[in-house]
């Protein structure tokens, strides 16, 4: 299996445009998660799916944010507008069952909104 | 609420045993989980503690105390390539909870 596939990975923007990054999990995976990593924040979760459904979006910054998941292949993050402080690395991670099982995280996507 | 905390920094030579501490104020939580993420990359799987006690896995060993709120990862025979940002992470209700992340130095 390749793993988690993320694109684009590496993302240049300018404040006020539109952002949408894409996951695709590893086959077989019930669990897709969103992380956002900052040198001031950690690795925070955004947003998990389970079976394609959005079980906890509590982490979501706010409504600029969206996340949809429209089959089992296929996750997308979207920041629109996009602001300066969404500056970040956006992980997306997969895993076969719950917390008890093994993360697997994707390569990332580094967006820099100017 | 729920909090992790590790030392932010820790250095050692090659060849060294180095032990990275996590203690957490959580509770009703699955297990304790290690990942490594080097400069760049994204965070990996270490090893994973459902019950107190130790666990190893070749060079490295994890430990859990549910009474003492209270875990580490222990490397040991440190190789340079070891030098990475390490995070322990609580399982609850199918997320993960991650620590603050504690950067390891290894110098020749």
């Known amino acids: 299996d390749a793993g988690v596939i993320q694109s684009p990975r590496h993302e240049v923007t300018e404040m006020g445009q539109e952002v949408t990054l894409r996951c695709k999990p590893i086959?077989?995976?019930?669990?897709l998660f969103w992380y956002r990593q900052t040198m001031m924040r950690g690795l925070e979760l955004l947003i998990y799916f389970n079976n394609n459904v959005p079980i906890d979006d509590s982490g979501m910054p706010e409504d600029r944010f969206s996340a949809k998941m429209p089959n089992a292949s296929f996750s997308t993050l979207k920041i629109q507008p996009s602001e300066p402080r969404d500056s970040a690395v956006y992980f997306c991670?997969?895993?076969?069952?719950?917390?008890?099982?093994?993360?697997?995280f994707g390569p990332g996507t580094r967006l820099t909104v100017l | 609420g729920q909090s992790l905390e590790q030392p932010s920094e820790v250095t050692a030579v090659e060849g060294a045993i180095v032990q990275i501490n996590c203690t957490y104020q959580t509770s009703g939580f699955y297990g304790l989980s290690w990942y490594q993420q080097h400069d760049g990359g994204a965070p990996t799987f270490l090893s994973y503690n459902a019950l107190d006690g130790l666990e190893e896995t070749g060079r490295f060993s994890s430990f859990l105390s549910r009474s003492d709120s209270y875990g580490y990862l222990l490397l040991q025979e440190l190789q340079m390539k070891d030098s990475a940002s390490y995070f322990c992470?609580?399982?609850?209700?199918?997320?993960?909870?991650f620590g603050t992340g504690t950067r390891l130095q290894v110098f020749p």
């Open positions: 086959s077989g995976h019930d669990y």
């Open positions: 991670a997969s895993t076969l069952r719950g917390t008890a099982d093994t993360q697997y």
């Open positions: 992470a609580v399982g609850r209700a199918d997320k993960l909870i």
